[in-house]
């Protein structure tokens, strides 16, 4: 894999990367163009000089070939944190085992051995056809018990497994759901909720499939199994990995700018009242997250209580990336604990279920250095697994909290590094006249209003957690970013959609590279659209969506322009 490592020479703009540099590169449909490098950094039709780079000078590799979304950032290197950045690199590939230091961790339950399974390429997640956790499999289960009906989207998370279900264990335990027993079926639509036929106005035809997912009562670990909470409706939704590079510039736009982008929308289109008081004309109180103790960027201490504004992961449940998706992800996914999470990612349900485990317990029984071994009796090993496996009593009775963080804090700093590190590959092919129009017909019928196109970081006076002690981390003031989001949840109403129904628009700066990153250009939130075209249709499959009229303008536009808009969107 080819990784630029560039000097960025932002007065003659040239890449000096052997081997890797963009004069030739594959595009989303399959042909080499010929090199745009020295449009690079100039105005060209309706682009300025400064939407070459989506995520600013400080943000952006110039890079663009297969190994792009490893590459740090300008202000990375600028800011003298590469060694950091390289070492938090580590921990994101790395496989995680439940002995080997540094890299210690993995269990007793788990969902993936390292993040990079479930980011390839540092890219999104890739569709599947079936349900196994390894290399390449970005999904995450969701198990809810649905309100308004079986197939809702809606309703609360069962308490028997975590928010993010695990599929994997260490022996001897068993997993909480037998990942074996998931059935994922991939099923066509046959025909559109809206009324839009599955044909072009011209003829061409577009396919659209959506996952069905089973698990069976008898798939549950866990005592009581979901199926016996005295609800016994339980549902099941998919959800992939997103891409990872740019948050930090995410990270750094404003709260005052994100409030008037709802302002703006507020008046013209539902939106989640768990985040906008419409009343008010103000955010809800939900829609703030209560952080831990800290420091922000300028060196003023951040109390526990302070506040920010949720903004990170489909559902918006996280605020500041420096305690968001990543720095969650990296503790419940391989269930690696730290200073700051000494305690397991795991259920009173699941503890309670192995306790009583006659296999589990003799097989503990037949090895004495297991931590689970107490005093050797059937009695006293379950004991033992009862109250360690437990999160509430393994975190917080001193008699039962013996498990040493596996995460060092230097570890956790130099994974901070990284996640906030990470760049956005330069724009491509904007000189193209079929990209320029298609930049015209995007903004025309209706795609910007959700997608935004652009957004000013100002300070990023970014919020960072005590364990970082003040060291820092890279920093993007003042830069304009070209991120394509509104960074508000809207509702799209698909078959079979996403949990909870609303869902934040989906940033696009990049992703016309994720075929040669990842292999493929799955979107959406569970990989449903093999294709931008595909995409693009879902967000009209019911006339409920918020984007239903901008897919129905998108419908009846010549060939010519459909295709523009794909290959606008490829380009950012």
Sequence with gaps: MCKAKQILL???????????????????????????????????????ADEWYPAGRLGTTLNVTEGCYEDETPATDEQGLMTAFNLGEAAFER???????????LGPAYLRTSCLDCHPGYGHGKRQQFYRAGFGNGYLLVIYHPVDGANSD???????????????????FLPPVDEEQIQLTWVPVTEMESGLPMAFPDGEKYELI????????????????????????????LESTIGIGGTGLLDAIPEEDIKAQYQAEAPYVELNPAFWDKEAND????????LAEGRFADGTPAPAGTKKLKRFTYAMTRASLQDGAGANAIWNITNVSRSDR???YTTKAWAKAMSENASVIAAIQADPSSPYYADGTPEGIADAVLHLLDPSTSQFDNAWHNFEPEMSDEQYYNFLVWHRGLSVPRARDLNREEVQRGKTVFTEIGCATCHRPSWKTKGD????????????LPRYENQTIWPYTDMIQHRLYMKNGIHG?????????????SKANTGAEDRLHDDRARNVIEAIMWHGYSKNSDAYKATEKFYYLSPADRQAVVAFIDAI
């Excluded at 069905?212 to 979901?226: C, G, M, R, V, Y």
């Excluded at 006076?461 to 820092?472: H, M």
Aim: proline share 10%; hydrophobic share 35%; glycine share 10%.
């Design 342 to 344: 000494p305690y397991l």
């Design 461 to 472: 006076n970014y919020w960072a957690p005590a364990v970082v002690d003040g060291k820092p």
């Design 95 to 105: 496989n995680f085992t439940l002995n080997t230091a540094p890299f210690k961790g």
């Design 154 to 172: 809606d309703g609360p998370y069962v308490a028997e497994v975590t928010g993010m279900p695990q599929t994997k264990a260490v022996a001897p």
């Design 283 to 290: 955010f809800a109180a939900t829609a703030w997250y209560t």
């Design 10 to 48: 932002w007065g003659s703009l040239a890449l000096l990367a052997s081997g890797c540099g963009p004069d030739n590169y594959s595009t989303a449909f399959g042909s080499k163009r010929e090199s745009d490098a020295k449009y690079v950094g100039q105005a060209v039709g309706n682009f300025t």
């Design 210 to 237: 959506y996952p069905e997912l089973t698990i069976p009562k008898s798939a549950f670990n866990t005592d009581p199994t979901p199926y016996d909470t005295g609800n016994q409706a339980v549902a099941f939704r």
């Design 501 to 513: 129904s609303w869902c934040r628009t989906t940033p696009l700066w990049g992703r016309g590279l």
